[in-house]
């Protein structure tokens, strides 16, 4: 079993509606979670990072962790054709001194004009 | 912005070819790393540096070495091509942070596409 699992999509959405991304995990001892977007051709990007069970939100994204189920989930409102891209989630652990990140496979995620 | 550039975006090399891939940051970043990205696999790391000369194995080092001669540029090595190694590599940097308190927050290349005949 994989430490971090994602359901690669793709996922199709009209434009204008809210898309739930996911991952979940098996590893206690990450501590830090944070979602990436990585466009076509190019690599991924930072977009939110959260630390703790909870809620984050910048402008039309939402991340939300809840460390008793080990689930994350990234939300958008009002998807636009320009969020067509890859999301990879990942999460940080301190190991042995220092961060170890771990990424998730990515959720391809396609808006439609 | 931080900016991390890598030499070649697309780059074909044959079995056997010793091929090196450079990576330079412009953010005065300690950290640096090294990953493959591979469909169904996501990202997995290959080698990472937290300081000049210094290397630490990530989980997938074999068939890979790498080189930190100066703080900005990070090179991986791959000695002898083999057609497993046809990837996507992708470099990234972050500041050294408090590790207990803050996430280590990464900063990528655009990859280099990586084939191997």
């Known amino acids: 079993q994989k430490e971090v699992e994602q359901d690669p999509g793709p996922l199709s959405v009209p434009e204008g509606a809210i898309v739930s991304l996911n991952c979940t995990y098996s590893n206690s001892a990450f501590q830090y979670f944070m979602w990436y977007r990585q466009y076509s051709r190019k690599g991924p990007e930072l977009l939110m990072y959260?630390?703790?069970?909870g809620n984050k939100e910048d402008g039309r994204f939402t991340a939300q962790v809840d460390k008793s189920s080990k689930y994350i989930s990234l939300f958008i409102r009002d998807s636009q054709p320009s969020d067509s891209a890859t999301y990879l989630c990942?999460?940080?652990?301190?190991?042995?001194?220092?961060?170890?990140?771990?990424f998730g496979i990515g959720t391809k995620l396609q808006v439609i004009p | 912005d931080v900016k991390v550039t890598q030499s070649s975006r697309y780059l074909v090399k044959r079995t056997g070819e010793k091929v090196f891939l450079e990576c330079v940051q412009d953010?005065?970043?300690?950290?640096m790393f090294w990953y493959r990205q591979d469909p169904g696999l996501g990202l997995r790391l290959i080698y990472f540096s937290y300081d000049v000369k210094m290397k630490e194995k990530g989980d997938i080092p074999e068939g890979y070495s790498v080189s930190r001669e100066k703080k900005e540029r990070f090179s991986l090595i791959l000695e002898s091509a083999s057609t497993n190694q046809t990837s996507m590599y992708l470099c990234a940097s972050s500041l050294l942070l408090d590790r207990q308190t803050s996430t280590d927050t990464q900063y990528f290349g655009p990859g280099t596409r990586l084939t191997v005949l």
């Open positions: 953010m005065d970043h300690e950290n």
């Open positions: 990942a999460m940080s652990e301190v190991t042995g001194g220092y961060q170890k990140v771990t």
């Open positions: 959260t630390y703790s069970s």
